[in-house]
Structure formats: structure tokens, C-alpha cells
T-cell receptor, first 111, second 116 residues
């Protein structure tokens, strides 16, 4: 059974800092890995999708990397802003045609 | 393309009542997924459909839960005899199969259920 873990569970940083969110998964037989953002009481917004054959994806100030063999992904956020405050979820797409999610990292960026 | 739509956004019910949620996927998406998310946790898979066929069900989906997608378009999730433990955000997602695996899922805003 695939298990996804995100560290840290919560993070508070001052505005402007660069930060790294970590995601690990136990079964490396994945099709892709997705990073989502979730604001309180809201649905999920897809940020980045990395196919299993890829090493990284970039969108604006976000960069996600994937090391499938070691079962790890990182989400790098450059020059953080208060508007980045949210929960960030990592999810892997398995052969069973479903996404398995981690527990999320709750990020607070202080002005 | 208006995205994945879920109704209602919020539902408050008394224990023992039945509730039904609706999800309208992105048009032409043939796969539709239901997830449940409790406070402070990541979403957990419940079930998914390819067109009108329900292909996978999680053990989380007890006999009180039933999902349908009668014409391969919208889907409903019904919970019978609700319990306080059913209180959660119910999320719907849709995708289009690529034939090579590794689809991108698009999520709706969810239905927040509170069972009193």
C-alpha cells in the first residue's frame, strides 16, 4: 500500500524567505506526482505535475523536483509572500488509478 | 470549461438522516473520483468511475455509502443513516484518460458535511 509523508507538518516563515517542502512515498511505481494548494475550507488547486520520467517542473516562483528511485519530492518556493499561506499537499498517482495524498504542510508566511 | 462543480457547498444534517451530494465534472472527462477529507488530514480516496462504470471502491466506503454516475456525466454520492464520524469535506475530481497512465486530476470546491 502506498504511503505518502510530508515534512514538516507546519511551517511559519517571514516574508521573503525561500523555503522547501518535503514529500516522501514508499512505492516508487508511480505514474506522476502532483503538488496542490488548499486554502482553508476550500478545494484543491493543482500547482505542478511531474511525470515519472521527469526530474522537475517549474511554474513562476515554484519548482518541484522528483527523485523516483529514492521516493522523494521537494517543492521549492522562492521569495515567499503572505499570499502563499495555505496548506500544500503532495499526491502520487499509482497504478491503481488513484491519487494517494500526504497529510499536507500548513504554511504561514508572516508580513 | 467551467471546472468541476459540487453542490451543495455546505450541508448540515442530524444524525440518522440521509444526504446526497452532486458532482458535475469537466465536460468530456471520462473519469470521476470521490475523496473524503477530515480536518488537518490529506484527502482519502473513496471511489472512482470510468464513464458510468464504478471501477474501484475503498474500504472506507461502508455499506451506508453509495455512488452513482448513471450516464457517465454527473455523479451523486449518498450517505444513508449519517453518523457524526461522517462529518468531513467530500471532494470530487475528474480527469481524462491518456492511455499511458498518469492523468492530471482537477478538483471541485468540495461539499462540507456536518452531522449533528
Amino acid at each position: 500500500k502506498q504511503e505518502v509523508t510530508q515534512i514538516p507538518a507546519a511551517l511559519s516563515v517571514p516574508e521573503g524567505e525561500n523555503l522547501v517542502l518535503n514529500c516522501s512515498f514508499t512505492d516508487s511505481a508511480i505514474y506522476n506526482l502532483q503538488w496542490f494548494r488548499q486554502d482553508p475550507g476550500k478545494g484543491l488547486t493543482s500547482l505542478l505535475l511531474i511525470q515519472s520520467s521527469q526530474r522537475e517542473q517549474t511554474s513562476g516562483r515554484l519548482n518541484a523536483s522528483l527523485d523516483k528511485s529514492s521516493g522523494r519530492s521537494t517543492l521549492y518556493i522562492a521569495a515567499s509572500q503572505p499570499g502563499d499561506s495555505a496548506t500544500y499537499l503532495c499526491a502520487v498517482y499509482n497504478a491503481g488509478n488513484m491519487l494517494t495524498f500526504g497529510g499536507g504542510t500548513r504554511l504561514m508566511v508572516k508580513p | 470549461d467551467t471546472g468541476v462543480s459540487q453542490n451543495p457547498r455546505h450541508k448540515i444534517t442530524k444524525r440518522g438522516q440521509n444526504v446526497t451530494f452532486r458532482c458535475d465534472p469537466i465536460s468530456e472527462h471520462n473519469r470521476l473520483y470521490w475523496y473524503r477529507q477530515t480536518l488537518g488530514q490529506g484527502p482519502e480516496f473513496l471511489t472512482y468511475f470510468q464513464n458510468e462504470a464504478q471501477l474501484e471502491k475503498s474500504r472506507l466506503l461502508s455499506d451506508r455509502f453509495s455512488a452513482e454516475r448513471p450516464k457517465g456525466s454527473f455523479s451523486t454520492l449518498e450517505i444513508q443513516r449519517t453518523e457524526q464520524g461522517d462529518s468531513a469535506m467530500y471532494l470530487c475530481a475528474s480527469s481524462s484518460t491518456t492511455g499511458t497512465g498518469g492523468e492530471k486530476l482537477f478538483f471541485g470546491s468540495g461539499t462540507q458535511l456536518s452531522v449533528l
